[in-house]
């Protein structure tokens, strides 16, 4: 795999962390087992069968988690430390024939970054929709979220170029996001 090519795929998959941690991991390690993504020499245990099971049992434990009323914004809060840990780990783990400092330097704010920026933005919306709505819009934003994180990942696997674009439109949003945020805030004179 090129190096441009191994990092779309690494900032796609942390992307894909931000909204879910283990989804994307378990995509990144399913792709691995089947030989159809490279991983850094050091990282191939991600591949292993033990690693498939593992993920697969965390993802479904993390994806109902956030269809429980209040334990989604439990999960979110232990979520927001994990996520920039496994978007460190998927970007480290597929850049390659690097430097090992260029490597966690780049792993650490590309990927760990990404995932920190989604998963800070998509625990405030739940926030939101927790003080607004009572927890009952939660399920609703939990089911994009999901849907988030697989088309992320999937994208990012089979077309890293067109995630890493994705990427950016969702860096796009968020910063409107905050932007409406701050205004709606600010006190009128």
């Given at each position: ?28 390690s ?15 245990w ?45 970007m ?31 625990a ?16 609703v ?13 999937l ?25 409406k ?9």
């Open positions: 795999m090129s190096f441009g090519i191994g990092i779309f795929l690494g900032v796609g998959l942390a992307a894909a962390v931000g909204f879910r941690v283990f989804l994307p991991l378990l995509i990144l399913l792709g691995s087992y089947f030989d159809y993504i490279p991983i850094n020499e050091s990282w191939e991600i591949g292993s069968l033990t690693a498939v099971i593992t993920l697969a049992i965390a993802t479904l434990v993390e994806v109902f988690g956030y269809y429980i009323p209040w334990v989604d914004n439990i999960l979110d809060t232990i979520a927001i430390p994990l996520a920039t840990l496994a978007g460190t780990l998927v480290v783990a597929v850049v390659s024939d690097l430097d090992p400092v260029i490597s966690w330097a780049l792993a650490i704010i590309a990927g760990g970054g990404t995932a920190a920026a989604i998963k800070g933005s998509s405030a919306v739940r926030l939101g929709s927790s003080t607004t709505t009572a927890g009952l819009g939660n399920p934003i939990a089911t994009v979220e999901t849907g988030a994180a697989t088309l992320m990942s994208v990012s696997v089979l077309i890293p170029v067109v995630a890493f674009i994705l990427v950016l439109f969702i860096f796009f949003g968020i910063i409107r996001f905050y932007k945020l701050r205004k709606k805030q600010r006190p009128s004179v």
